[in-house]
Nanobody
C-alpha cells in the first residue's frame, strides 16, 4: 500500500506564510510527478503546483510568484512554500503523486488533505 501524509496546514493571517509538506511511503517503485491541489467549499479541486521527478515545475496563475514547490526524491517528499497568503487561498490542500508500484503499473495517489485558512 502507498500513503501520502500531509502536514503544515493551519490558520494564518493575510499576508502570512505557510509551508506544506507531504511524505509518500509504502510499496513505491518510483514517483513521477508530485504536486499540490486545493479545493475550496463549493468549488472543484484545482491545481496549485506540480513538479516532475527531474524538477520541472508548473504553477497555477494564482500561485505564480507567491508559491514555491520542491521535492526530495531520496526521501519521497514534496513541499509547498506559500507566501503573501490571501483569504481566497483558504481551502483544503491535497498532496498528489503519480506513483509506480511496479516497473509498469502507476496510480494517482492523494493525501487526506490539510486545511489552510487565511483570515483577513
Amino acid at each position: 500500500q502507498v500513503q501520502l501524509v500531509e502536514s503544515g496546514g493551519g490558520l494564518v493571517q493575510a499576508g502570512g506564510s505557510l509551508t506544506l509538506s507531504c511524505a509518500a511511503s509504502g510499496s513505491i517503485f518510483r514517483i513521477n510527478d508530485m504536486g499540490w491541489y486545493r479545493q475550496a467549499p463549493g468549488k472543484q479541486r484545482e491545481l496549485v503546483a506540480r513538479i516532475t521527478k527531474g524538477g520541472t515545475t508548473n504553477y497555477a496563475d494564482s500561485a505564480k510568484g507567491r508559491c514555491t514547490i520542491s521535492r526530495d526524491n531520496a526521501k519521497n517528499t514534496v513541499t509547498l512554500q506559500m507566501n503573501s497568503l490571501k483569504p481566497e487561498d483558504t481551502a483544503v490542500y491535497y498532496c498528489y503523486g503519480k506513483i509506480f508500484t511496479t516497473l509498469t503499473l502507476s496510480t494517482d495517489f492523494w493525501g487526506q488533505g490539510t486545511q489552510v485558512t487565511v483570515s483577513s
